[in-house]
C-alpha cells in the first residue's frame, strides 16, 4: 500500500506559478498511475492531470490544458504539477492518487492553492 503526501501549495496572484510534489511511500511507485484532483469549496472534487507509468504518457481537464504540466520521477518516487499562468478558479484543495487499476484507490491529504485576483 502506498502512502502519499503532498507539498507545495501556498498564495499566489493571478497569473503566477507554484509547483507542487507528492512523495510516494511504501509501494512500487513506477507501477502506480498516478494523478492529480481538486476540490474547491462547495464543489465536487474533480480530475486535473495524470501520468503513465514512464512518465510519457499524460492527459490533462480542458480548464488546465496548456497551463498544467504533470510529470513524474520514478527515481525520488515523487509525482508534481507545474501549474502556470494560474487563475482565482484555480484556488482548490490539490490532492495526488495513486491507482494500478481502473479507479484512483490511494489519496494524499491534499495541499491548499490559493490564487488572489
Known amino acids: 500500500q502506498v502512502q502519499l503526501v503532498e507539498s507545495g501549495g501556498g498564495l499566489v496572484q493571478a497569473g503566477g506559478s507554484l509547483r507542487l510534489s507528492c512523495a510516494a511511500s511504501?509501494?512500487?511507485?513506477?507501477?502506480?498511475?498516478m494523478g492529480w484532483f481538486r476540490q474547491a469549496p462547495g464543489k465536487e472534487r474533480e480530475f486535473v492531470a495524470r501520468v503513465l507509468w514512464s512518465g510519457s504518457v499524460t492527459a490533462y481537464a480542458d480548464s488546465v490544458k496548456g497551463r498544467f504540466t504533470i510529470s513524474r520521477d520514478n527515481a525520488k518516487n515523487t509525482v508534481y504539477l507545474q501549474m502556470n499562468s494560474l487563475k482565482p478558479e484555480d484556488t482548490a484543495v490539490y490532492y495526488c492518487?495513486?491507482?494500478?487499476?481502473?479507479?484512483?484507490?490511494?489519496w494524499g491529504q491534499g495541499t491548499q492553492v490559493t490564487v488572489s485576483s
Open positions: 511504501g509501494g512500487i511507485f513506477s507501477s502506480y498511475v
Open positions: 492518487a495513486a491507482k494500478t487499476g481502473v479507479a484512483f484507490e490511494y
